[in-house]
């Protein structure tokens, strides 16, 4: 086709060859983050210490800054990808394919496809069917989760509070508002399932193997305020799979080593209080400036 001087069609695209990684592989990578603490990191010094204190995945993000918000210069994602052994995700604008195509060339090995970040298309979200790299997708309901699936999600993250004031109550609410769907989608009589998946406009075939399996048919994550390790444990508790948690967590800390460290074990040892009351002790002053003041409910708009 490009000798003809045609142009190449997106959904002919020679990206991939879906073949070889079916769904089922993806699926089974993000398994493999179970468990586990994914940490938000903009340099080299807060991916080492990250990995250090026993983080399972880091996303990487550019440094906060003015204007329209865009996937990482590829750059830091090979500076940081040459510093660390774990495994590395990054973001892509919602339905932007060709950030997604660079992020997947870079080698990153899963792609957020993210809507704390600027949206490329309003309409329509990446056929993430075309990629061999796993995706990640944000969502607020059960509904939304299973659209993003259907789309080829690999690992669903329910999103709360993108500001980065460690307000944990929208993620609070929407995890419980998945959770409570899948109990209530658990208590149906089949013929019942028809109308559910109608009323959630999600596809059939999902809200059945949901309903057969007790929870999404893929790994859930929670993010947004998790910033301490009561936060963590309570999301696990609420029957998240793990936990993505935000750049905040590095930013004005004497020792963000034992934050994170203390978040990460707070995951791992959820149903421990001895643990919690370990990882927990001594933070006080390691969270002062992630407190929701007068002053930052103001600064953002609530």
């Given at each position: 086709m490009a000798e003809d001087g045609v142009v190449t069609l997106y959904n002919n695209t020679a990206i991939t060859d879906t073949k070889k990684n079916p769904?089922?592989?993806?699926?089974g990578l993000t398994q493999m983050l179970r468990g586990g603490a994914i940490l938000e990191v903009s340099n080299t010094n807060q991916a080492k210490i990250a990995e250090e204190a026993g983080a399972c995945c880091l996303v990487i993000t550019e440094p906060e800054r003015h204007g329209i918000s865009r996937m990482p210069d590829p750059a830091l994602i090979k500076q940081i990808k040459r510093a660390v052994s774990i495994p590395i995700m990054s973001r892509s604008r919602v339905?932007?394919?060709?950030?997604?195509?660079?992020?997947?060339?870079?080698?990153v090995d899963y792609i957020d496809e993210n809507e704390v970040l600027a949206i490329a298309d309003e309409d329509n979200f990446i056929n993430k069917h075309?990629?061999?790299?796993p995706f990640v997708c944000g969502c607020r309901n059960l509904g939304e989760a299973l659209?993003?699936?259907?789309?080829?999600a690999a690992m669903i993250r329910t999103q709360g509070d993108l500001s980065g004031t460690g307000n944990i109550v929208e993620t609070v609410k929407n995890v419980r508002s998945v959770m409570g769907e899948i109990r209530i989608l658990n208590n149906m009589d089949e013929d019942e399932v028809f109308a559910f998946s109608k009323k959630i406009a999600a596809p059939y075939d999902?809200?059945?193997?949901t309903k057969q399996m007790g929870r999404l048919p893929v790994v859930h994550f929670a993010a947004g305020g998790i910033v301490t390790p009561a936060d963590a444990a309570l999301m696990m508790q609420l029957g998240c799979d793990g936990v993505f948690v935000g750049s905040e967590v590095f930013d004005n800390c004497s020792d963000p080593y034992k934050r994170v460290r203390?978040?990460?074990?707070?995951?791992?040892?959820?149903n421990d209080p001895h643990v919690l009351v370990e990882n927990s002790c001594g933070l006080e002053g390691e969270m002062a400036r992630l407190n929701v003041t007068e002053e930052r409910m103001e600064q953002f708009g609530e």
């Amino acid at each position: 086709m490009a000798e003809d001087g045609v142009v190449t069609l997106y959904n002919n695209t020679a990206i991939t060859d879906t073949k070889k990684n079916p769904v089922s592989i993806k699926v089974g990578l993000t398994q493999m983050l179970r468990g586990g603490a994914i940490l938000e990191v903009s340099n080299t010094n807060q991916a080492k210490i990250a990995e250090e204190a026993g983080a399972c995945c880091l996303v990487i993000t550019e440094p906060e800054r003015h204007g329209i918000s865009r996937m990482p210069d590829p750059a830091l994602i090979k500076q940081i990808k040459r510093a660390v052994s774990i495994p590395i995700m990054s973001r892509s604008r919602v339905g932007h394919f060709v950030e997604a195509q660079i992020l997947e060339r870079v080698g990153v090995d899963y792609i957020d496809e993210n809507e704390v970040l600027a949206i490329a298309d309003e309409d329509n979200f990446i056929n993430k069917h075309n990629f061999r790299c796993p995706f990640v997708c944000g969502c607020r309901n059960l509904g939304e989760a299973l659209r993003r699936v259907r789309e080829g999600a690999a690992m669903i993250r329910t999103q709360g509070d993108l500001s980065g004031t460690g307000n944990i109550v929208e993620t609070v609410k929407n995890v419980r508002s998945v959770m409570g769907e899948i109990r209530i989608l658990n208590n149906m009589d089949e013929d019942e399932v028809f109308a559910f998946s109608k009323k959630i406009a999600a596809p059939y075939d999902l809200v059945a193997q949901t309903k057969q399996m007790g929870r999404l048919p893929v790994v859930h994550f929670a993010a947004g305020g998790i910033v301490t390790p009561a936060d963590a444990a309570l999301m696990m508790q609420l029957g998240c799979d793990g936990v993505f948690v935000g750049s905040e967590v590095f930013d004005n800390c004497s020792d963000p080593y034992k934050r994170v460290r203390g978040i990460v074990e707070a995951v791992r040892h959820y149903n421990d209080p001895h643990v919690l009351v370990e990882n927990s002790c001594g933070l006080e002053g390691e969270m002062a400036r992630l407190n929701v003041t007068e002053e930052r409910m103001e600064q953002f708009g609530e």
